[in-house]
């Protein structure tokens, strides 16, 4: 990673971005050059479309960079379309079956949004009852790869601690091109939003976004009180999260801060450097699978592989939520000690991956040098048994993680 | 499959895509090859027309009556090549041979210029994909870490083995 895109990537984003979700908005105060410095990491990141907003009707828009950002909205506008044309199709599926879901994130927020394309999808988020979870999974099998878009959810999962029969209680019902979409209550869906996006660590700038269109549509009645919970924890979560879409992106207003005020005194001083050092590397820290795998490129280079093995470990936001830990001024490292701990078990899956790396490397370095086939042979068998040991499918590592 | 005729009524493919309109151009996503294409105005306009029914000159001629501009028949044809070429036409049609001895820009310019409306331009969306929940980036991608590549091997020049 660039020493540039190090120090300045997650604040050029946060420039790019700042309150592109609104109905009328100006060129961001961004060079070309800046622009040009953090396209790949804001198109990467989802967000391309939402900066094509900002600057189409500038002189950035007809410049080379801008160009890119063009494409990423047209993709976005073209797979929004796709989007919605599944969402109808699933949402027939579930409905001739008896089932009633309710869709959160993707098109319930995109929706938000003054004009289509601006959000990028990735795939369609569905929360079904519990009586009705299997016959929802059946009904997603039968329609082939169309089912395999969705994420189903029984009833809230990981996603929010509400009651399921409140939640849909206060759930309504929208229009998506002639077909009604069940969505979130604003108050849940604003939480919702929240929380996700703080449990994968807050790497995705347009996540941000989504909160910021979410938190500035709410309606007049909007309640606080039930967006935040009871839970003191969250609600500090939902409070930061909000504060820090204020602090980067300039979204909400004074109102609404000294009305969480209760719940968010300031924000914790690691807060913002840590959400713009993410946002830089634009690296998603949901792939923990291959996350020690992928160092082994960097073997050679001592500097870029501590570069590298710190920001793996440099997941203060994701460490936090993870172990319901508070947003405070308290120093996070026992937070990412303690993920760290608890994703202990997936050591030998990552070590397996090296493995398999190592041996690769090793085979057709070996060939190329001419080096006899017995020993090539016997490093393969070598490095088949140490696979086999670090499987995390055996029955001994199994029996060994769990206890 | 498409079938070639000798005729010269090209017809617009409508099965296997999605289209979205936008005020200056039309995106279309072809579901079949999966490819994304955008067409400019006046591509967009020459490809609505294509009914099966309606020759190459009289779709010129429509086109100047609507638009009350001079609508040059070469900018028909020159859109029915790309169209044809990205299979935006439901059947390929013989298509008439560009005028020798001028590049395809030369031809655009001085079409532009003679018409007083913009050639038409089509072209194929290709752009860095957003990061997605399962998937990484390809070879010769651009990357920050490794652990962005399906390869697992950013170099150092920034791109994914």
């Not at chain 2, 400019?40 to 009289?58: H, Q």
Request: with cysteine; proline share 5%.
């Amino acid at each position: 990673m660039s020493e540039f895109l190090k120090n300045r990537g997650g604040e050029l984003i946060a420039k790019a971005l700042a309150g592109s979700w609104r109905s009328s908005v100006g060129p961001p105060q961004i060079s070309s050059a800046e622009l040009s410095q953090v396209a790949q990491l804001l198109i990467q990141a989802g967000a391309g479309a939402l900066v094509w907003r900002r600057i189409r009707g500038s002189a950035l828009g007809t410049s080379k960079v801008g160009a890119q950002f063009q494409q990423a909205y047209r993709l976005h506008r073209l797979e929004g379309v796709v989007h919605r044309q599944k969402i109808k199709q699933i949402l027939a599926g579930l409905r001739a079956a008896g089932i009633e879901p309710v869709l959160v994130k993707g098109w319930s927020v995109a929706r938000l949004y003054p004009e289509a394309g601006l959000r990028h999808y990735v795939d369609v988020d569905l929360c079904v009852g519990g009586n009705d979870y299997a016959r929802a999974q059946q009904v997603l099998a039968n329609l082939g790869d169309d089912g395999l878009y969705v994420d189903l959810h029984r009833e809230l999962d990981h996603l929010d601690l509400k009651d399921w029969d409140e939640f849909v209680a206060r759930s309504q019902l929208i229009s998506v091109d002639g077909t009604e979409v069940r969505v979130p209550g604003a108050e849940d869906h604003l939480r919702i939003l929240c929380i996700h996006w703080l449990r994968h660590g807050a790497w995705k700038p347009a996540g941000l976004c989504d909160i910021a269109v979410a938190l500035e549509s709410r309606p007049v009645e909007f309640d606080w009180q039930r967006c935040l919970g009871s839970d003191h924890v969250r609600a500090g979560w939902v409070a930061c999260t909000i504060g820090l879409a204020n602090e980067l992106l300039g979204a909400g207003s004074a109102d609404i801060l000294s009305a969480l005020s209760a719940q968010r005194e300031r924000l914790p001083r690691w807060l913002v450097p840590a959400v713009l050092r993410q946002w830089g590397r634009s690296l998603s820290p949901n792939y923990r699978e291959p996350a020690l795998p992928a160092l082994f490129g960097q073997l050679t280079n001592g500097k870029e592989f501590v570069g590298e093995f710190f920001s793996r470990l440099d997941q203060p936001v994701r460490a936090t939520v993870a172990l319901h830990g508070r947003f405070n001024n308290w120093p996070r490292w026992p937070y990412q000690l303690g993920e760290l701990l608890l994703h202990s078990s997936e050591g030998p899956k990552q070590l397996a991956f090296m493995i398999t790396l190592a041996r690769e490397k090793v085979s057709s370095r070996w060939q190329r040098r001419g080096i006899s086939a017995t020993a090539r042979k016997a490093f393969t068998s070598l490095s088949n048994a140490l696979f086999s040991m670090s499987r995390p499918d055996q029955k001994a590592w199994k029996v060994f993680s769990k206890s | 499959m498409k079938r070639t005729t000798g005729l010269h009524l090209p017809k617009m493919r409508k099965q296997g895509l999605i289209i979205d309109e936008l005020p200056d151009e039309v995106l279309v996503y072809d579901l079949d090859r999966h490819k994304a294409h955008c067409l400019n105005r006046t591509a967009a306009l020459v490809w609505r027309r294509c009914d099966g029914k309606t020759s190459p000159p009289e779709i010129a001629d429509r086109l100047e009556l609507e638009l009350d501009q001079p609508f040059n028949e070469e900018l028909v044809w020159l859109a029915l090549r790309q169209l044809n070429k990205i299979n935006l036409l439901a059947e390929s049609i013989v298509l008439q041979p560009p005028r020798r001895g001028i590049s395809r820009r030369q031809m655009v310019q001085a079409l532009g210029i003679a018409a007083a409306i913009a050639a038409p331009v089509v072209t194929t969306i290709i752009s860095p994909t957003a990061v997605q929940a399962s998937t990484c980036i390809p070879s010769g991608g651009s990357c920050s870490t490794s652990a962005q590549c399906c390869s697992k091997d950013c170099k150092t020049n920034g791109k994914c083995r």
